[in-house]
């Protein structure tokens, strides 16, 4: 039997929940909620998060480069290569090890935005900035896509473009599992606000404060998936016109309304039939 229309909104409401958290994967798998730096991974060491910021919201043609340069992005060599950060060399020596780790580390990168692209149609490196840090787990807050652009004549950089459709945006996958986990509720980002992205941080810092969580101010550059977000936002944008509808009711497990029979008392042939047919029919229908 059909519980009362407040009951199935619940029961669905409830289920759509579960379905967007299912979508968007909050277990260790997921490295928007469980982030670990790998051997491509870029961190941006200048300009420093104000700047990239700006820069990002011009949303203009980058380079990287190991090395200070006028319009370039600083790569900090990580623990995880054994290399130092900084200069090296002030020379354009290509056999420099620094610069040969960078172009290693920005090929990787390359390649795997370049193959996800192609065989599934879908742009999966962002520039992350801001890091949160909750009990040993790291999750970027705010995501920049970006658009990898390789062909430089120069030996120790990468063209990188940002992508012009969309616009720095909050880590779903964050504002889900701090809400699920912890009940807390981030605030929306809305820079046409008046909030920019800074005081946006500032605000995710206070927010995560009574979890001993820590924010990170900084920026760096990885492959991260979350394409199931866009099902995500239409279950939230479309959360009430859901539950009305039967067969997502119905899938929520609240059934079907019951409507009439579709077979009529009468019976009906479907082809036709002569005289002797007929008498057999009758026959076998009286026993």
Request: proline residues 5%; neutral net charge.
């Amino acid at each position: 039997m059909q519980g009362t229309h407040s009951g199935q909104s619940t029961q669905t409401a409830q289920k759509l929940e579960h379905w967007k958290r299912r979508l968007l994967d909050l277990s260790g798998r997921n490295n928007l909620v469980n982030y670990h730096e790998t051997s491509r991974t870029l961190r941006i060491s200048s300009p420093d998060l104000a700047g990239a910021i700006k820069e990002l919201e011009q949303e203009t043609p980058i380079r990287v480069a190991q090395r200070r340069k006028a319009r370039r992005w600083v790569v900090q060599e990580t623990a995880r290569t054994g290399e130092s950060s900084g200069d090296r060399r002030t020379n354009e020596d290509t056999d420099d090890p620094a610069q040969a780790a960078l172009r290693k580390r920005v090929s990787r990168l390359y390649l795997k935005a370049r193959d996800h692209f192609q065989e599934q149609g879908l742009s999966t490196c962002f520039a992350a900035v801001g890091m949160v840090t909750i009990k040993e787990q790291q999750m970027p807050v705010l995501l920049q896509p970006l658009e990898l652009s390789r062909g430089s004549p120069e030996k120790d950089s990468i063209d990188i473009s940002f992508t012009p459709v969309e616009e720095l945006g909050l880590n779903p996958a964050l504002r889900e599992k701090l809400h699920h986990e912890h009940r807390i509720t981030l605030p929306a980002y809305a820079p046409q606000q008046g909030d920019g992205p800074v005081a946006y941080l500032d605000a995710v810092a206070k927010a995560i404060a009574p979890l001993d969580g820590t924010l990170e101010q900084s920026v760096l550059i990885d492959i991260f998936s979350y394409q199931k977000h866009i099902m995500v936002d239409d279950l939230t944008t479309h959360a009430q016109l859901a539950a009305k509808n039967p067969l997502v009711r119905a899938f929520a497990g609240e059934g079907l309304e019951q409507k009439q029979p579709l077979v009529r008392d009468e019976s009906i042939d479907l082809l036709p039939a002569d005289s002797s047919q007929k008498h057999a029919i009758e026959m076998a229908k009286a026993g």
